[in-house]
Structures are given as structure tokens and as C-alpha cells.
């Protein structure tokens, strides 16, 4: 599903976090921490798995699709195949809850009756029921990442990737969204989520894979923090 | 729906940012301006190349001294009429010439009274078969009859002083508007970047969802073509203006001795500015967001 072959990233001009010589291959369906301090790499892997960055060296493959070498112009349809969340949630402050999820339908060209009819059931899907109407200041931070979920998974992308989604989010927030996630994963989708949230990685022994200084140094089935 | 998306789009960022909207569209505007009187200009001279090129003449002026009845006369008209280098030739008479002068200084009959009705000289119209043998022409009937040939004239080296002026107003209406252009696509490039900045939180989204590349770009582009097509109006406006008051009011004398420019061609400015405009400016913006912004 998804797999990174020697893979080698350098930031010219910026002190970026580089990545050297990853290897990483993942299955279908699984569920993957990406661990590790802060700027180690991990949130460069999810630029390059998003295709926002390319390798200096290497290969990466997603949904059987080698995106290294793609074109500009199929980007947009390949990422239509993804989902993705960020700490900081990235909602339209200006649209309501349902409209936020609704936009990412209206701008690839899906009609309004298809918004209509699938908006609702993802806002159920995570939880915001009856929330659809609120604007993101008038919901709490559990509640915008949920939208952010939403919007995420309404397309029911085979890949979800999560950059720290429950970096701005307290203790009990964040298991909720845990919860969610591990919801969304047994309906068969894949997630990547880069988080150091020990807490949450111990209680959801999942694929560890702990990346230190641009290198993987530890890829464990059902690990911990460590 | 995506049509109107982008519409609701293309109008909220022109209103957003109107006091570089305006700027954008007046520069524009000038710069189409001089366009379009460059053209013109260009169009002009063509046609009064075609209309003129069939009409100069040689004309070969005899010593006022010499009259019809003179005998060089009648060597020098022979001598013409055998010539193969010469299409037509016409005489013309002291009187005749007298005639043309009142004629034409009717408006300033002090002139016509001070000149001497005697010095005015007769003269030979000749129209070549081809004009490039002018110089020969020239050199052959110059000193004809010993000081009989009075001087020859080419009406055409008259003509081009006249067409390299116009050309010269041509180029440099030209230059302006190439000065204009590049100033107008900076303000445009610049327009576009603002416009790309306030929007850069549902750009990113766009992207991260998969909106095609050309649905991002579009309301941005659509900016700036938009602006170049009012910017086209109203230098078209500019040109029916000029036209107005100035060729066919101001300086309508200056311009009633070249054919006459006429309202098709304006007319035809319109579609032409227009299209320049927009396909400019179409591929500025897309540059701009494609290499600069980066969407």
C-alpha cells in the first residue's frame, strides 16, 4: 500500500528536518505510528507520501502508485485517494462545520446532491451530529479535529494520514479521537499518523516506528513509546 | 455550481484589493492605448502607401523663362514621350500653374498678390513605369537643354518625410505602450500574488483535497483577464475618443490630406485589444501563481 525505497531528503536552503535512506513498507489496512522528537523527520515523510515535497533519492510508493515521478497534473487525482489531518486542524473559518466538509466535496466537482446526501452521514460518522451548523470558533478543539476528520475521510480515501492530530488537544480529547481514528481504520483504511504522544501510543499497540535523526531506528508490531 | 464558484470568486478578489484593481486596469488601459494608436498608425501609412504609391509623380519643372512655344519645349516633350523608362506625361502651362497656385493660397490672398504671376514655371507631369528608376530619371533630364530643366521634383521623397514622421509617432507610441505593457503585467503579477496570499488557507485545502490544478487557478486568472478586458474597453473608449476630437475634430485639417482612417478600423481595435489583453494577461497570472506563488 504503501512503501519508501531508500529514500533521501535534504532541504536545500532551510534547516528542515532531512530524512536519510528510509525504509518503510506498509500494508492495507494497518495502523502506524511514526514516532520520534521533534524534528527527527516524521512530518517530512508525510509531505512526501502527500507528494508536497520529493525525494533527492529514492522511490515512494502510495496506493501502488510511484509518486516520485509523477506528473504535475495527476497530483490533484492521487490525492484524491488520500485524506489528511494536522494538528491545527485547517478549517475555513468562515463555513460552517458541514460546509467545511462539504467544500472539499464542491472543489473536485462532486454535485451538491452527493454533499447532501454524504455530509450527514460522515458527521454522524465522527460524532457531530447535530453540530453540522456550528462555525469552528463555536466548537471546542476535539470537535474542530473531528470536522477535520470529516472532511478527511468524505471522500472514504484509502489512505488517512495524521500529522500530531491530537498535538493541541488535552488528554481525554485526544483518546476520543483515538477512538475515532481506530474506528475509521477498521473499516479497512490505512493511517499513518505521526504523533510523540506516548500516552497514546502505549495504549494503542499498534506498528511503532520510531525515527531519530533522519533515520528509521526501531519498526515494531504492536510497540510502545519505548 | 463550479462555474459560479469561480465567478463569486473572480469578483470577490477584484472588490478585495480594488485600489490595486484600479490601478492594474488604468495602467492597462493606457498601455492598450498606445496600442492601439500605434496600430493605427501602422494601418495608415499602409493604406496611404497603396494610395499613393499609384498616384506620385516627376514632375519636371522648365525655367519660368521658357513658354509653350519655346523649341527646347518641344524637344524635351518628344524626347519624354519616346523615353521607355516614362508611362504618361502631362504639360502643364504658366497659366495652368498660375491657376493651381490661386487655387490652393485661396485663403491667403496677400501671398497671391505678391507673387509675380510671370515667375511661376510651366512644367512637364511625368508618371514612370516603375519608380525605382526615379533617380535615373533624374539624372538623365536634369541638365536637359541647357539650363532649360529649371528642377525635378519626386513627389515621393516629399511623401516619405511624411511617412517617416508618422512612423516615427508609430514607434513611438510603440514603446510606450511596450513601457505601459510591462508595468501593467507587474501590477497584474503582483495583483495576483495579494489576491493568492488572503486566499492561501483555502488554497492549501483545495490542494490537500485534490481540487484539479486548473479549478485553484482559475479565479486568479479570471482576475486578470478580467481587468485586461475592461482595461481593452476603455483604451477602445480612448481610441473612439480620439477619433472623435481629435482626427475628425482638433486636427482635421492635418489629417483631411491622408486617406481618410475610418470607423471599421476603430471598430476592428476593439476585438484586437481585447484579445491581446486577455491572452496577456491570462498567461501572466498563470506564470505568476505557477512559478512565484506556487499554487
Known amino acids: ?226 | 455550481m463550479r462555474a459560479k464558484y469561480v465567478l463569486s470568486e473572480v469578483a470577490v478578489g477584484l472588490w478585495r484589493n480594488i485600489s490595486m484593481t484600479i490601478a492594474m486596469i488604468i495602467t492597462m488601459a493606457v498601455s492598450l492605448t498606445m496600442l492601439g494608436a500605434g496600430l493605427l498608425m501602422y494601418f495608415q501609412v499602409q493604406s496611404m502607401e497603396a494610395y499613393y504609391r499609384g498616384q506620385v509623380e516627376i514632375i519636371v519643372y522648365l525655367n519660368h523663362e521658357i513658354t509653350e512655344e519655346d523649341e527646347v519645349k518641344g524637344q524635351l516633350e518628344e524626347s519624354l514621350i519616346g523615353d521607355p523608362m516614362v508611362k504618361t506625361v502631362e504639360f502643364k502651362t504658366k497659366e495652368e500653374a498660375w491657376t493651381d497656385f490661386q487655387e490652393l493660397f485661396a485663403d491667403a490672398p496677400d501671398l497671391v498678390e505678391s507673387v509675380d504671376k510671370d515667375r511661376l514655371p510651366a512644367s512637364f507631369e511625368v508618371s514612370l513605369n516603375n519608380m525605382d528608376d526615379a533617380d535615373e530619371f533624374i539624372a538623365k533630364y536634369e541638365g536637359f537643354g541647357d539650363g532649360a530643366v529649371e528642377r525635378i521634383m519626386n513627389q515621393r521623397d516629399a511623401l516619405e518625410e511624411v511617412f517617416g514622421l508618422m512612423g516615427g509617432v508609430q514607434r513611438l507610441s510603440l514603446i510606450l505602450a511596450l513601457v505601459q505593457g510591462i508595468a501593467a503585467l507587474l501590477l497584474v503579477a503582483n495583483t495576483i500574488q495579494v489576491a493568492a496570499y488572503s486566499k492561501r488557507r483555502e488554497v492549501s485545502i483545495m490542494k490537500l483535497v485534490g481540487a484539479s490544478n486548473w479549478f485553484v487557478q482559475a479565479p486568479f486568472v479570471l482576475e486578470a483577464v478580467f481587468a485586461g478586458l475592461i482595461g481593452a474597453i476603455l483604451a477602445f473608449l480612448a481610441l473612439v475618443a480620439g477619433k472623435a476630437f481629435l482626427v475628425d475634430g482638433t486636427f482635421k485639417a492635418l489629417f483631411d490630406i491622408m486617406t481618410e482612417m475610418s470607423w471599421t478600423r476603430i471598430w476592428l481595435m476593439l476585438p484586437i485589444l481585447a484579445g491581446i489583453a486577455s491572452v496577456i494577461s491570462a498567461i501572466t497570472g498563470w506564470v505568476t501563481l505557477r512559478f512565484q506563488v506556487k499554487v
Not at chain 1, 32 to 40: L, S
Not at chain 1, 51 to 71: I, S
Not at chain 1, 84 to 96: A, K
Not at chain 1, 127 to 152: D, F, M
Open chain 1, 1 to 226: 500500500m504503501i512503501r519508501l525505497e531508500h529514500v533521501t531528503k535534504h532541504y536545500a536552503r532551510s534547516n528542515r528536518p532531512s530524512i536519510e535512506d528510509i525504509n518503510v513498507s506498509i500494508e492495507k489496512g494497518e495502523f502506524v505510528f511514526f514516532i520520534g522528537p521533534t524534528g527527527a523527520g516524521k512530518s517530512t515523510i508525510i509531505k512526501l507520501l502527500l507528494r508536497e515535497e520529493v525525494p533527492n533519492k529514492g522511490k515512494v510508493w502510495v496506493n501502488d502508485k510511484e509518486v516520485t515521478g509523477m506528473r504535475r497534473w495527476k497530483v490533484p487525482a492521487f490525492r484524491r485517494s488520500l485524506g489528511c489531518v494536522f494538528q491545527d486542524f485547517r478549517l475555513l473559518p468562515h463555513r460552517t462545520a458541514a460546509e467545511n466538509v462539504a467544500f472539499a466535496l464542491e472543489v473536485i466537482g462532486k454535485p451538491k446532491t452527493v454533499a447532501r446526501r454524504v455530509v450527514p452521514e460522515v458527521m454522524d460518522l465522527v460524532g457531530l451530529g447535530g453540530k453540522e451548523h456550528r462555525y469552528p470558533h463555536e466548537l471546542s478543539g476535539g470537535e474542530q479535529q473531528r470536522v477535520a476528520i470529516a472532511r478527511a475521510f468524505v471522500n472514504r480515501p484509502l489512505i488517512l494520514l495524521a500529522d500530531e492530530p491530537t498535538g493541541n488537544l488535552d488528554p481525554d480529547t485526544s483518546i476520543e479521537i483515538m477512538r475515532l481514528l481506530d474506528r475509521i481504520n477498521r473499516t479497512g483504511t490505512t493511517i499513518v499518523m505521526v504523533t510523540h504522544d506516548s500516552n497514546i501510543v502505549n495504549q494503542m499497540r499498534r506498528r511503532v516506528i520510531e525515527i531519530e535523526g533522519g533515520h528509521v531506528v526501531r519498526d515494531q508490531a504492536r510497540g510502545v513509546y519505548g
